[in-house]
T-cell receptor
Framework: GAVVSQHPSWVICKSGTSVKIECRSL??????MFWYRQFPKQSLMLMAT?????????EQGVEKDKFLINHASLTLSTLTVTSAHPEDSSFYIC???????????????FGPGTRLTVT | QQQVKQSPQSLIVQKGGISIINCAYE??????FPWYQQFPGKGPALLIA?????SEKKEGRFTISFNKSAKQFSLHIMDSQPGDSATYFC????????????FGQGTRLTINP
């Protein structure tokens, strides 16, 4: 259980275009999902918290007009990188939060990530 | 105060040995401490997690030791195998994990055969 998928797994786009990344919880419902960005050999950097049916909460320094997040259902959140530029090239990873089977805490399960390359 | 400091940055262990990775935190509101394993090009996978009401949790070859007074926790991998070679991240959260995770810097573990 607790499987999270992402689509696409990799994408190449031209500078100035927009790219949409989907994050789905496959076997559970998630009212809260998170979007991260990871540079090579570095830790995960939280970009935003996505709550179903409401506006996302962005971390300081993350441009909300550039990284559009929509969480329209309990199993799907999307991240759209608008007017992408080469500096947006990165590994984007989503996670979904669910109450753990042990019944003692919320757990976050991560998707496999999406490699974005902007040329 | 929101930081989680992880060490070492990289670690090389012989097959069959014990791998130990350490993390320290400052925020006493943290009450959920997971460890994640990440292979190159993949998303992190939840390995094991602990709450502060216990000092140790074991799952198979993986053990978390937790020292509340020192605000430190560590991951021990017993009988380390080449397949354990990956990057490991510790993290912390408050609200029983409901709040955002604060990640350590990561440890690149290499198990030599």
């Amino acid at each position: 259980g607790a499987v999270v998928s992402q689509h696409p797994s990799w994408v190449i786009c031209k500078s100035g275009t927009s790219v949409k990344i989907e994050c789905r919880s496959l076997d559970f419902q998630a009212t809260t999902m998170f979007w991260y960005r990871q540079f090579p050999k570095q830790s995960l950097m939280l970009m935003a918290t996505s709550n179903e049916g409401s506006k996302a909460t962005y971390e300081q320094g993350v441009e909300k007009d550039k990284f559009l997040i929509n969480h329209a259902s309990l199993t799907l959140s999307t991240l759209t990188v608008t007017s992408a530029h080469p500096e947006d090239s990165s590994f984007y990873i989503c996670s979904a939060r669910v109450w753990g089977n042990a019944g003692s805490a919320y757990e976050q399960y991560f998707g496999p990530g999406t490699r974005l390359t902007v040329t | 105060q929101q930081q989680v400091k992880q060490s070492p940055q990289s670690l090389i262990v012989q097959k069959g040995g014990i791998s130990i990775i350490n993390c320290a935190y400052e925020n006493t509101a943290f009450d959920y401490f997971p460890w994640y394993q990440q292979f190159p090009g993949k998303g992190p996978a939840l390995l094991i997690a602990i709450r502060p009401d216990v000092s140790e949790k074991k799952e198979g070859r993986f053990t978390i030791s937790f020292n509340k007074s020192a605000k430190q926790f560590s991951l021990h991998i017993m009988d380390s195998q080449p397949g354990d070679s990956a990057t490991y991240f510790c993290a912390a959260s408050s609200g029983q994990g409901a709040q955002k995770l604060v990640f350590g810097q990561g440890t690149r573990l290499t198990i030599n055969p």
